[in-house]
C-alpha cells in the first residue's frame, strides 16, 4: 500500500510540472494577432505534443491509482490480532436479575428500611390557609418594622441637616 502511494505522490506531482511547462494558446502577445507559430517547437499545431501526451498518461495513470486505492481502502481487512487470540476465554457466569439479590426474609425489602417516626401531636397538620395567614401576619410585621427603621433614619438625618442645632 505504501509503494502505491509513493508512485501515486509521484505521479501528481509530475502531472502538475508537466502542466505548468504548457503554455496556453494566448500566451504569447503576438497569438492575438494572428502570430501563431510559437507552439510549433514541439512539433506541428495541429497534432498533440510531447507535453499533450505526457499529460493525457499522466492524468490517467493519476485517476487509475485513485480508483485503485480507493477500491482497496472500501474492502474490509480481516486483521488477526494473535494477542487477543492466545488469551483464554473464560466461561462467563450467567448473569442474576436484580431480584435474585434481594433479600428474601419476611417481610421482604421493608424489614431492612428504617421505620418512619411516628407522629406524636394529635392536632392536625396546619390547612394551607392557616399557613398564608401566618405568613401575612409575619410579612406585616417585618414591614411595620422597617418603616418604624426607615422613619428613625429620617429623623436622624432631618437633626443633622437642621442648622438651628
Excluded: H
Excluded at 448473569?95 to 428504617?114: F, H, Q, W
Amino acid at each position: 500500500m505504501e509503494i502505491i502511494l509513493i508512485v501515486y505522490l509521484v505521479v501528481s506531482i509530475a502531472l502538475i510540472g508537466i502542466i505548468l511547462l504548457q503554455q496556453g494558446k494566448g500566451a504569447e502577445m503576438g497569438a492575438s494577432f494572428g502570430a501563431g507559430g510559437a507552439n510549433t517547437v514541439f512539433g506541428a499545431a495541429g497534432s498533440g505534443n510531447v507535453l499533450t501526451k505526457t499529460t493525457t498518461i499522466l492524468a490517467i495513470l493519476f485517476f487509475a491509482i485513485a480508483l485503485g486505492i480507493s477500491y482497496m481502502n472500501s474492502t474490509e481487512e480481516t486483521t488477526v490480532d494473535a494477542v487477543l487470540d492466545a488469551a483464554p476465554v473464560e466461561e462467563q457466569a450467567p448473569a442474576t436479575s436484580i431480584e435474585a439479590e434481594l433479600p428474601t426474609s419476611e417481610g421482604g425489602i421493608e424489614s431492612e428500611v428504617a421505620p418512619m417516626p411516628e407522629k406524636t401531636d394529635d392536632k392536625p397538620e396546619a390547612t394551607a390557609k392557616e399557613v398564608v395567614e401566618k405568613v401575612s401576619a409575619e410579612a406585616a410585621k417585618v414591614k411595620a418594622e422597617t418603616e418604624a427603621k426607615v422613619e428613625e433614619a429620617k429623623k436622624k438625618t432631618d437633626t443633622k441637616d437642621d442648622p438651628e442645632n
